[in-house]
């Protein structure tokens, strides 16, 4: 069961330790705290009992925070899907109750065809898409590292870096997320090949993405080439046999142009001196 666990049993077990001396400090402290305050307008034993009732509502609340707060990060990591489903299904639903279903069932289908039909959007929303799939799969590979680690130290268990931003680039996606106590920049370089494979990526480069905050990190995922294509080398039209041609001459960026030789480039022409002349 503990595979298919939104949050990790050790995660969990920790956070739960951590609620409970949260709310104890939390508590103590704000009840000291208001219980000095009030002795100077109210009875002292009217400020005792408002200091600590205030003392045991703020405990309360803060260990129910330490405590949800896997969930609420396991929430970030899925919101934007979160949110586009309620965005979809709650706009086509008022449309629908608004106005027929066939109308709603045929804008629905147009934007449907809007968004993946054509070449641009399309490979968009596929961009995209891999940013989300990459968030997520950088979730389960952070959270296999931090079982490891704790199988090999026994001590407690990592926080998990937070997933801050992702975009899509020429050759894959990059990534922006904050380290949390227990992991470092080292540790991950020793395991890029390992995100690699996570991300089902061909490489992965992490770097600081901050020269102030060293847990703020860049992963640049590559799954293609950006230079692998073959483009129109402007090189081949100072051929004076192919100037005058409407011939396009493909030449990758890495093999120079076939039949080109320096013998065949003129020389420009010398400028006339500016200087007057002696």
Not at 183 to 195: K, M, N, T, V
Not at 252 to 271: K, N, Y
Request: positive net charge; proline residues 8%; contains cysteine.
């Amino acid at each position: 069961m503990s595979e298919f666990a939104i949050v990790e049993p050790p995660v969990s077990q920790w956070y739960a330790r951590r609620a409970w001396v949260t709310a104890l400090v939390v508590g103590l402290a704000l009840d000291v705290l208001v219980t000095a305050v009030l002795s100077v307008f109210y009875p002292l034993l009217l400020a005792v009992v408002w200091g600590a009732l205030v003392g045991a509502v703020c405990a309360f609340l803060a260990a129910v925070l330490v405590r949800v707060w896997p969930v609420l990060r396991a929430l970030w990591w899925w919101s934007f899907e979160i949110t586009t489903s309620v965005v979809v299904a709650g706009g086509w639903v008022a449309l629908a109750h608004t106005a027929a279903w066939w109308v709603a069932l045929a804008v629905l289908v147009a934007v449907a065809g809007v968004v993946f039909v054509p070449r641009r959007p399309r490979r968009f929303v596929w961009a995209w898409s891999w940013c989300l799939v990459v968030r997520h799969r950088l979730r389960l590979c952070f959270a296999t590292l931090v079982r490891s680690q704790v199988r090999v130290t026994g001590g407690r268990p990592a926080a998990l870096p937070l997933l801050l931003w992702a975009r899509p680039t020429l050759a894959g996606e990059r990534v922006w997320l904050w380290l949390r106590p227990g992991l470092s920049l080292e540790d991950l370089e020793g395991r890029a090949s390992l995100i690699a494979v996570a991300c089902i990526a061909r490489q992965v480069r992490i770097a600081p993405a901050s020269e102030r905050y060293a847990a703020l990190l860049r992963v640049d995922i590559a799954r293609r080439d950006p230079l692998s294509g073959r483009i129109d080398s402007p090189l081949a039209l100072l051929i004076p046999s192919l100037r005058n041609t409407d011939a396009d001459v493909p030449v990758s960026p890495a093999v120079p142009p076939v039949g080109l030789e320096l013998a065949d480039i003129e020389e420009p022409a010398p400028e006339p001196s500016r200087r007057g002349g002696r």
